[in-house]
């Protein structure tokens, strides 16, 4: 089976661009999440979605937006990018919302100049 | 408010020699406890996880961590190190009720295994 897969791999953009990432989830998987990993940091939680409720927000701004499409796939929205926001941006899914383990994807690397 | 502290931002060992790798955490209630593994230009790989029973362990690639209520930590150890074992290792904590999927993890150790 195919593990989680993420578009585009690399992106550059310039600040006050908008910007959509895409996460396509493991077959059978429900929920996806979205992290943010600022170089020499750990990942941060950005949204979960389940069963395209959105079932979890961490302190981001507003211009970061989410959305889980019918077929559980997902996409992040940044808009009015500002150079701090450059970071590698992880999907994961999990088959549901309790005691679950995440798989993640590659990621996404934004640059922002 | 959950927390996890790694305090150790590179931990370097001998090939074939023990390593471990230190976690503490802080969350209200019961904790849920991970370690992912990430090599370079990739995502985060699942390790282990914690979440009731045995204290001790076992996970992928012969890893295995130790709960410690008292202590608050969740440290990663393996017997006998690997020069490919060198990787960054991170220790996340999560609740087990109300969390949902939000992780919350460590700043990351880089474990660097030498010949």
């Known amino acids: 089976d195919a593990g989680v897969t993420q578009s585009p791999t690399h992106l550059i953009k310039t600040r006050g661009q908008q910007v959509t990432l895409r996460c396509s989830p493991i077959?059978?998987?429900?929920?996806v999440s979205w992290y943010q990993q600022v170089l020499g940091q750990g990942p941060q939680f950005i949204f979960q979605y389940y069963e395209k409720e959105e079932r979890g927000r961490g302190n981001f701004p507003d211009r970061f937006s989410a959305r889980q499409f019918p077929n559980y796939s997902s996409e992040l929205n940044v808009n009015a990018l500002l150079l701090g926001d450059s970071a590698l941006y992880l999907c994961a899914s999990s088959r549901g919302t309790v005691n679950e383990k995440l798989f993640f994807g590659s990621g996404t690397q934004l640059s922002v100049l | 408010a959950q927390s996890v502290a790694q305090p150790e931002d590179q931990v370097n060992v001998a090939e074939g020699n023990p390593l471990t790798v230190k976690c503490t955490y802080s969350?209200?209630?019961?904790?849920?406890l991970f370690w992912y593994v990430q090599y370079p230009n990739r995502g985060l790989q699942f390790l282990l996880k914690y979440i009731t029973g045995d204290n001790l362990v076992k996970g992928s690639y012969g890893f295995e961590a130790e709960f410690n209520k008292s202590q608050t930590s969740f440290h990663l150890k393996k017997p006998s190190a690997l020069v490919s074992d060198s990787a960054l290792y991170f220790c996340?904590?999560?609740?087990?009720?109300?969390?949902?999927?939000?992780?919350?993890f460590g700043t990351g150790t880089q474990l660097k295994v030498e010949l």
């Open positions: 996340a904590v999560r609740r087990i009720t109300g969390g949902g999927n939000k992780l919350t």
């Open positions: 077959s059978g998987h429900k929920s």
């Open positions: 969350v209200s209630g019961n904790p849920y």
